[in-house]
């Protein structure tokens, strides 16, 4: 069929709503104790249906019952597209109101006064939706099978009976490129719920921008700040895991002499990360952080220890028991020389504070980014 668009537009509207650190799922994932996220999520995928089935359709059967069928399964797909804009309009511009209301134009010679959106609606319910159940006025109507009316141009044509003795039937015709029309006039009003979406996101920037994250020259008070605004400011996962990260590290009381000087000197090495994640949670950008690295490690002892690492990561994030702990530990230890005497009765973030030390031998000293 000519004329239908282009997947295009609904892969990047949706590539829209799921970029800036998912703000519209945030933001709409409990809204005035309603999951709005849901009935986007509903809206782009049935999009994507409707498009991908119209844009796979070739010539139209020669034989007319079937063609009736095909026919309504592109009326469907349009339906498909209409109700999803609907949907998605009600959600991000108004919610007591429709897209084109009262507007007519799609449409050549309708059967019936009314607006392009109503009249879609008495061409679905005759060509497919309840044919056998159609409401008139003060009557009930049914529709024959679809036939070609040669003295028309249009691709197809129903008749309308009545339930009345004495009702003339009626006639109502339909060409497929009207709805190809209607359906591109609705997929584009994607373009204006797009600009909308653009629009709700940089005034949130800009209302997070305004407020000012408390500043502390002590990093642990810093970080629960930072931890507190993070949630606040879009609730990323990336830089929630980052400040967790700080939290254990600088929250850790590890009473071990031996490593005093050098817990102080890691710690000293991850202020600029600090200092980053407070300057771009302030001006409320979810962008990746240069200074991450810093709580990296590119030592010998990474890679020599990986499956060790890997396996003691999933166990005391809790995932898994593991009765080899012992011996991830007792390899650490080796490797280390028992410099920092891993041991099962130590904290958790006592445990995750030596490794990464273990693992940085070498690392400090690091040059960071500004």
């Not at 044919?131 to 070609?148: C, I, M, Q, T």
């Not at 407020?211 to 996962?237: A, P, Y």
Request: one cysteine or more; proline letters at 2%.
């Amino acid at each position: 069929m000519k004329n239908i668009p282009s997947i295009d537009k609904i892969s990047n509207f949706r590539d829209l709503i799921n970029s800036n650190s998912s703000f519209v799922r945030k933001e709409y994932g409990n809204k005035d104790g309603k999951n709005f996220w849901n009935i986007v999520c509903s809206c782009m995928d049935w999009i994507t249906v409707a498009i991908k089935y119209l844009k796979s359709i070739d010539e139209l059967d020669e034989d007319l019952d079937i063609k009736a069928m095909q026919v309504y399964s592109i009326i469907s797909s349009v339906d498909l597209v209409f109700e999803s804009i609907c949907q998605l309009h009600r959600v991000f511009i108004n919610n007591k109101t429709m897209p084109f209301v009262g507007e007519k134009g799609c449409f050549a010679n309708p059967l019936f006064d009314k607006s392009d959106n109503e009249y879609f609606k008495e061409i679905r319910a005759a060509f497919g939706a309840h044919p056998v159940n159609l409401n008139g006025d003060g009557e009930k109507r049914f529709a024959s099978w679809p036939y070609h009316d040669f003295m028309k141009d249009d691709d197809f044509t129903v008749t309308l009976y009545s339930n009345k003795v004495g009702i003339n039937d009626l006639h109502m015709s339909l060409k497929i490129s009207e709805l190809i029309y209607f359906l591109n006039r609705n997929y584009n009003y994607l373009d204006v719920i797009s600009e909308k979406v653009k629009f709700l996101y940089e005034t949130k920037v800009d209302e997070l921008r305004k407020e000012k994250i408390e500043m502390s020259s002590n990093s642990l008070e810093q970080l629960f700040v930072l931890e507190k605004e993070s949630k606040k400011r879009f609730n990323d996962d990336y830089y929630n895991g980052v400040i967790n990260e700080l939290l254990t590290i600088f929250g850790c009381d590890h009473r071990h002499d031996s490593i005093k000087e050098e817990v102080s000197e890691f710690r000293e090495s991850l202020k600029p990360l600090i200092k980053e994640l407070r300057k771009n949670l302030q001006a409320a950008q979810i962008k990746d952080l240069k200074n991450e690295s810093l709580l990296s490690s590119n030592s010998e002892l990474t890679g020599m220890l990986s499956y060790e690492v890997s396996k003691f990561y999933s166990w005391l994030a809790g995932n898994e028991s593991d009765h080899l702990i012992d011996y991830y530990l007792r390899r650490f230890n080796e490797v280390s020389e028992f410099k920092y005497n891993f041991s099962i009765k130590d904290f958790d973030c006592c445990l995750l504070l030596k490794l990464n030390l273990m693992l940085r031998q070498g690392d400090l000293g690091a040059n960071h980014i500004e």
